[in-house]
């Protein structure tokens, strides 16, 4: 009995040993005595308890690697990309996966530089942000030619970040800052231009008004005037005394007018009963006097046309 129990255990210890679990989405690599056995799917599995080992598992996962590369534009600026490639172990491709490469990592991180120094270099920098997509299809591209022979397949990969030297940046925002600052200083400019021009056509059309309401002013005072010497006339007071005795009753009704203000300027002409009368004939004279001088100017302007001739 002594011995049985030791047996028993070590047997028993033999038999849970000859099971072992392999997760969701991995492989596990069987070993018999260091040589290649099988590839264990997901699931409850056995192996010869003492004979066969676990030599390694590999997830069937998406996995991704971040790689940071600082290489040179063609118009010499120097930019940090940084690539992201997703990728994972084909299925029917476990044994290469395994057995070919011992640091998948490194061989990726390799030709993600490989392609990218070699892309890179054929753009200006602005092209590297407007084309960051054409670098990734490249980088794709000569990693999926590369690393099928391995058992790995490349899902996608991205340029998630492209980071060009400080002193670059700031040039670029200056540039850019520029370029917005000139961009207002139009609109503004424009917005101002049409802003004096509609000024001014108000200004324009309110002459314009304020002409027209004047000559309509004129021509009813002159209408008014002409229907008071008519109405003079008929009670037997002759032109030139009823228009004394029109300026005289509008001079009443100027001071009138004047006196309801306290912000006015008053300009007294003498007072007598000739006062309209001389008056009127002071305008009168002064309306000969200039159309006398109107008349010798236009005859010295054809006598010195004539003479030119």
Same mark, same amino acid.
């Given at each position: 009995m002594i011995l049985l129990i030791p047996i028993l255990f070590f047997g028993l210890i033999i038999l849970i040993s000859s099971f072992f679990i392999v997760k969701q989405q991995t492989a596990a690599i069987v070993e018999r005595f260091g040589k290649f056995t099988s590839i264990r799917q997901s699931?409850?599995?056995?192996?010869?308890?003492?004979?066969?080992?676990?030599?390694?598992?590999?997830s069937l996962k998406i996995q991704q690697l971040d790689v940071m590369i600082e290489t040179k534009t063609k118009d010499d600026v120097f930019v940090r990309l940084k690539v992201s490639v997703q990728y994972k172990v084909i299925k029917d491709k476990v044994f290469d996966a395994f057995y070919k490469l011992d640091y998948p990592h490194d061989q990726i991180t390799s030709y993600v530089f490989d392609v990218v120094r070699a892309e890179v270099p054929k753009m200006i920098l602005d092209d590297v942000f407007l084309?960051?997509?054409?670098?990734?299809?490249?980088?794709?591209?000569? +990693? %999926?030619?590369?690393m099928v022979e391995y058992g790995y397949d490349i899902v996608k990969t991205l340029v998630t970040d492209i980071d060009p030297d400080s002193q670059v940046k700031e040039a670029m925002n200056r540039i850019n800052a520029a370029d917005r600052e000139k961009t207002a200083a139009q609109y503004e400019g424009d917005a101002l231009r049409i802003l004096i021009v509609e000024k001014a056509k108000a200004e324009a059309e309110s002459k314009r008004l304020q002409g027209q309401g004047i000559a309509d002013q004129r021509?009813?005072?002159?209408?008014?005037?002409?229907?008071?010497?008519?109405? +003079? %006339?008929?009670?037997?007071i002759n032109s030139q005394e009823a228009s004394a005795l029109i300026i005289v009753t509008q001079h009443y009704d100027t001071l009138q007018s004047i006196g309801g203000s306290t912000n006015s300027n008053l300009i007294l002409l003498p007072n007598s009963p000739q006062a309209?009368?001389?008056?009127?004939?002071?305008?009168?004279a002064s309306f000969a006097a200039s159309n006398e001088i109107g008349e010798a100017m236009k005859e010295a302007k054809l006598n010195k046309k004539k003479s030119n001739k």
């Open positions: 699931g409850l599995q056995l192996k010869i308890p003492l004979v066969d080992r676990i030599s390694g598992r590999l084309k960051k997509d054409n670098i990734a299809v490249a980088v794709k591209r000569e +990693l %999926n030619e590369a021509r009813e005072i002159a209408r008014g005037l002409e229907e008071s010497v008519d109405v +003079l %006339n008929r009670v037997g309209g009368s001389n008056m009127l004939n002071d305008m009168v």
